[in-house]
């Protein structure tokens, strides 16, 4: 049988500098526990633009359809600031959540024990905080129709449309409730029933599916404002936040803080199975493309090495695997090695986005 594949696209920013020391990983996986990947590389965002005057060239489109999963580091820059919308890098980004039809957009929350202190919040608040934001990712305001700028009595008038249909919502919120089943089994859908007719869709259909199929999962409502409060007064409170595609986006970033770095976390973004059995997949940090700190080998590569743990776990069946990894990075700040970002004032000498990757395999290599 030949092996899984793998399309990483570091795309632009901290992308090049994060995905260099997720390819070591890759072949240390390789090398040292013989889970070999054929792995391909190609261009997204800003560097596809400069190199095809696209965010996404069809090509690249259409390899990411065809591999059992895709690796993405981060798109965007000052450097495209004024580019046109339809080709700013977010774009190719975008694209290819829609057209790979990725749904599911798991984002974790975890916080390390050795981070706690670096949470804006105190850390009894949020030490041994795990949650997972189920982020609604190819419907609602960033993809519903009309959209635009147009004119209307002489004036220009922005438009975007929140539109979620039944299927939309039954469809992520079964990946959410059928997580919950493996962590703390309960659910809070979140959204603003109070003022949006698709909201109060939302959770009719989040209750009929639960009704059907997951009654015993605990599920609740709140409306996203509220949830935003609750994530910075008792995040722990929550185990699956199930939520649309815009209100995710914000909710996500939030949850995110809570564990000190944005450095950390990392996401999966699931569509249908494939023909394999897998399914359509594409892994990424949270984070964004940090211009201000690109080229200087400081950035946080452990979001992006994270993002490969949950390929290991979603797309591939490797649970054991992806534990060992998790577990690795933990270890390595445990140790108090850290990038840039997870320094005090207090603290030491920063490590390199490099040697935290090499920290990371030291610890892998000591665990075999
Ligand atoms: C995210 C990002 C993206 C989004 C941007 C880069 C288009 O903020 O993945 O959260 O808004 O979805
Ligand atoms: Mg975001």
């Known amino acids: 049988m030949s092996n899984p594949s793998l ?21 240390w996986f390789g090398d040292k526990q013989d889970l070999k990947f054929d792995v391909s590389e190609d261009l997204v965002g800003g560097a596809a633009y400069d190199a095809h005057g696209t965010p996404l060239h069809d090509d690249t489109m259409a390899k990411a359809q065809e591999v059992d999963a ?7 820059g000052p450097k495209y600031d004024d580019l046109d919308f339809s080709v700013k890098p977010e774009r190719g980004l975008l694209r290819l959540r829609k057209e790979m039809d990725l749904f599911a957009n798991l984002r974790p929350a975890q916080c390390f024990d050795a981070l706690a202190d670096f949470s804006s919040l105190k850390k009894d608040i949020v030490s041994g905080l795990d949650i997972m934001i189920v982020r609604e990712l190819t419907s609602g305001s960033y993809f519903g129709e009309p959209r635009g700028i147009f004119t209307e009595n002489n004036e220009r008038v922005g438009i975007n449309t929140q539109r979620y249909t039944e299927s939309e919502i039954e469809r992520v919120a079964r990946s959410a409730f059928e997580l919950a089943k493996r962590r703390g089994n309960k659910v809070c859908s979140m959204e603003k029933a109070n003022v949006m007719e698709s909201g109060i869709l939302w959770r009719d259909v989040v209750t009929e599916v639960h009704q059907a199929d997951y009654a015993d999962v605990e599920l609740s409502h709140m409306y996203a404002d509220n949830g935003a409060m609750q994530l910075v007064r008792a995040p722990k409170q929550f185990d699956v936040i199930l939520t649309d595609n815009l209100f995710g986006d914000l909710l996500s970033d939030c949850a995110a803080m809570l564990t000190g770095s944005l450095g950390m976390l990392p996401s999966a973004s699931l569509g249908a199975p494939m023909e394999n059995g897998r399914p359509k997949a594409m892994y990424e940090p949270v984070h964004g493309s940090a211009p201000d700190i690109m080229g200087q ?6 979001a992006c090495i994270l993002s490969f743990a949950m390929a290991l776990r979603y797309s591939f069946d490797q649970g054991d695997a992806a534990t060992m990894l998790e577990k690795a990075v933990e270890s390595v700040l445990a140790k108090g090695i850290r990038t840039a970002d997870l320094m005090q004032a207090d603290g030491g000498k920063a490590v390199s986005t490099s040697e935290m ?3 990371i395999i030291n610890e892998l290599n000591a665990n075999v």
């Open 297 to 302: 080998n400081k950035a946080n590569p452990s």
């Open 70 to 76: 895709v690796l993405l580091g981060a798109v965007g």
């Open 357 to 359: 990757g090499d920290a």
């Open 7 to 27: 399309l990483i696209l570091p795309g632009d920013g901290i992308g090049q500098e994060v995905m260099a020391e997720v390819k070591k990983i890759i072949d």
